[in-house]
């Protein structure tokens, strides 16, 4: 079972947290797309570490490395592969877990699955920090979407309980842009400087909240995705519960829908402009698991950090008693503010690979 | 792209709404599993249409015929193939959808991927009558799982605003036996009632509701699941997105645990019998993506059926003009009541394949 | 693990050979192809047995029942699926086989793997059987891929020590009808009548003779395939030892090639009509797994038939003594007299899936 | 498309031959398995250039640097990825390939399938240097596998028309050492020198030769293998294809056994020390795709090194006209010699793979 997903275009993803690198290994990309660097490097910048009291203090340049794939700019056909090596590793913070394992974290899982053999050190392959390849890989495939018009956008739709605005009908690619530049991505401005507060008020408790992001697509082609099982719902859920901390995902309306008849959910059609629309989009974008032409909009529920520093109730593996665990280490308060581009990262590399795996890119 | 799942088990259904069969084959089955029928038809009929006035009055009997892969009551080894002939079918209710597409629903964006040829009277490919072969390779899955000590079960958590209980911490298997005995499947039948209502009084209106099921899965191995792309949670996610009006699904505290601190959220571990279990279970039995010894707990969110018979804005597909479209057919106004089994019956699969394909069965 | 093959086209078999029916089921079809049945009836009748000296007296008609994905003479976009209902069994024959196995054949490997609950009538799923629901969804990409001006053709090379001709440098699709037009499928009808008299004599000896199948396609855009392991002889060769009795595969100048100088067996390049060609095609059409735009040539050995009413020499599984062995039931002298469109077929498939993967189809 | 294979255990491939570094990504590989990297070095020997006149002079130390899933010289259960770093590039003696394609290299199918962007120097992707990162993982798991009783050995069949002996009816682990021990790896040393005296007399032509490499695994349990598209064969094919200049291959008699009759080429059953055996194995090991005990035997045929210094006829791309052509660069007369232990790193990664991927490893 592998840390890698896909069909045509396949995410392969390696590295622990404090080994000697992390990286990532992009199987079927086309060739000749060009590659941005410089835009590459500022869409790694939002989900780099150590910028301020709402992230860990872990400081990492992040800068990847290209091993192979990529010539004078341009994918060149070739499996394409970068690197980040890690260098601000404290280990020694990570001594204690190895008996005494995390509440809701994966050191026990890894521990009954790995046994002796595991590096948990820092949270080993299971690290929010693994999510940085996924970013170079999805910020390769961004660059690749827009050119063809289709762009992605996400933001913190709320943070412990406090509810940025919902997108609107059909969010543009300026919007995506002005959410974006913000810190935290949020629509409403008031709503972030709320969160904030109730970030900082968690790291004051050596504590931590649990948040909701929202990302909408534009652009993609009516008619990608296919039914049951390789849908555009599928293929996202898939891969977005690999990010760290993703206990839930919803596309439309969702679990409220459930709570609407049919008639109050269903989105009617309409036509504008010669192109056939819907008026409401609790679908979410797909019917069947195809793209129906509207944005697709989904939320992922991010939980609160499994890491905190209040006193914890654990078991020792060792003397199987119960005994009380304080985490040190450096942790953010609150993963979803960084996880923002990782949500339109992996976004970017399902769509890329849907749209080659169908003919449609 | 394809309406299959399963790495070394795999789960491939075929069939459309109104065509000659629908089936089902499983590649990959252990040889010499006893397949008990009478069982395997009981647990059908809980899926099967007709049974009152909550589902559609479609009737058909579902009896699977087998044509490869069992002999003698027992798995060969070899690939299992199952069709279902299709009888009761009033192909002339769907005339108009042709034209007319229903908001919300598969028609328009079939239209769009497949053009003219397309087959979408009774929903083609997308109808739920495509769940009875899931149920049957499902069904067949889940006496294997039985028999290695491993329990399914599901219920309607909610139905419109009626909300039934929540699993305990630990349900049992007689907790499921008790549930799948019920109609609807409620822990609480007070709230079943509730819910009866709640869907007689959307049919009599022409309309539908939406509703929530809730499946846990107890005797899991821990450390089954992989890290990132391959945890549990992935994999049920990719097929649980496959059944029909599935637009949510989420595990352990899901949404609501976003609203939480890391504190109030994480479960903290303790020893009982010699064995590591959790206090709580806000992780819904894994994390990391692999399980932890505790019940897997996961919501899917069934939106509201999207055929109606209230009058619905659309779009003529040949005239590009809107108009109001009345949904002839029988239809389900709570989907979710028959799909019960399907959730168990999908959670089956995955979690089989699962096992196999980390040598765990 | 599983009797299915293709990424995006998948092709799963399902069926023993004294079982109900045997089928296919094709996931990833394109919408709209039409399904000629009557070229496609002819298409089966080439592998179909019971046609004389020189294969199996069982006799089934094979008409194929369509069961989904077809619908008024093109596909419907949603998978396809047909079965062969079983008819003309003698399933006594196979009595002794079950303690007994043949030698050569899959009877040992298959009590090995699958134990008690096999099913080895007739061969079970390892049946030459098998191949049917191969030639009805490779006989539909055959129809498909014509249609986009590629065309496969194959011949028996040879049988036992009777050579036909090879294919010239660059055949074309009227050679490929009429060398599908003779029985046995050969370049130079004398070598047919030789091989007739060399499978006779065989027969008469209660024996069997081996044979290799050369197979060319023409058509295929220059680019198809990708380096190492999803390449066009990759493809080929995985689909292809699936094929009953397959036990080499050769491209270009293959085994022969290695006892060549690389200027002997190198391809020069020369221009023809503006087009980039070689003047010899000791590659098979195939570069680095790509394909140059000659045509795709392969040779597949197939052994002498394993079933033979000779005595042998077996052990008894049950007494674990030596015995002497007397295949009964009905069997080809030769098998790959009827296996030239099965690697047509399989050929098709293969191909179509690459086509589709890349979208290039 | 992609340069990996595998199913639970994934081996993913990337690198130029003159870009930054080559790599391997083996996803699924177990936890808490021993790696002797002085062993693995040793093996990697047997691969590296620059050994004498029968490869090529470049010269690379191609030492491994291990990324990530290895500590303290055990897999940690994390993707594991490797690298070598590219040094000794001599890029401009490929300048002039970029127009002028080498006859039967994939220059000119890279040029059609990538365009512009590619990068061929040295070969780029295609390369026979990419077959070290091959053999860092191929290398991972012959250790893994010895330490359960099987072993894979493999020589030099014939190189040019110079035969070695075959491998005898059943193979020893010493005697795969013994033959590991010789340059070239052999099993009669008189035919090594033959085989040397012929690759010599090629160089001395500007000229090379082909060859035929057998492979024998020892060990592995019978009922390994399924039938149809994910038996031994089948896997094994789909792999080995990807070595760079392998164009055939073939099972126990193969293309030879074609010209037996049944009663000559079936292997008849025996019992030797309780254990059902065959007396012999024209089988090479396997029945309908699926092991029976016996060694796994099979050949490859690999053609004559594409890149001479002869002068050829190829087709300048710009002008679209004939010209002749010098390759320059430093390749080997026979890539055979150095593949062989490529075949046994590739036929351990397919069989590590099937093994895990049937729960019996």
Known sequence: MSSEFGTTLKTSVFGESHGPAIGVVLQGLPAGEAVDLDALNAFLARRRPGQGPMTTRRNETDEPEFLAGLKDGRTTGFPLSAIIRN????SNDYDNLRTNPRPSHADYTAFVKYGASRDMRGGGHFSGRLTAPLCIAGGICLQMLERRGIFIGAHLKSVADVEDDAFPLEPTKELFAEVQGRNPAV???????????AIEAARLDADSVGAVIECAVIGLPAGLGSPMFDGIENQLAKALFGIPA??????????????????????????????????????????????NGMPVVFRAAFKPTASIGKPQQTVNLETMEETELIVKGRHDPCVAVRAVPVVEAVTALVLTDLLLTEGKF
Chains 1, 2, 3, 4 share one sequence.
């Open 187 to 197: 629509l409403n401005e008031a709503a972030g400087e709320k969160m904030k507060n």
């Open 246 to 291: 993703v206990k839930g995902l919803e596309f439309g309306s969702g679990f409220a829908g459930t709570k609407l008849r049919g008639s109050e959910n269903n989105d009617p059609f309409t036509v504008s402009d010669g192109v056939i629309k819907t008026t409401t989009n609790n679908s979410g974008g797909c019917n069947g698991g195809i793209a």
């Open 87 to 90: 260098k601000d590793q404290h």
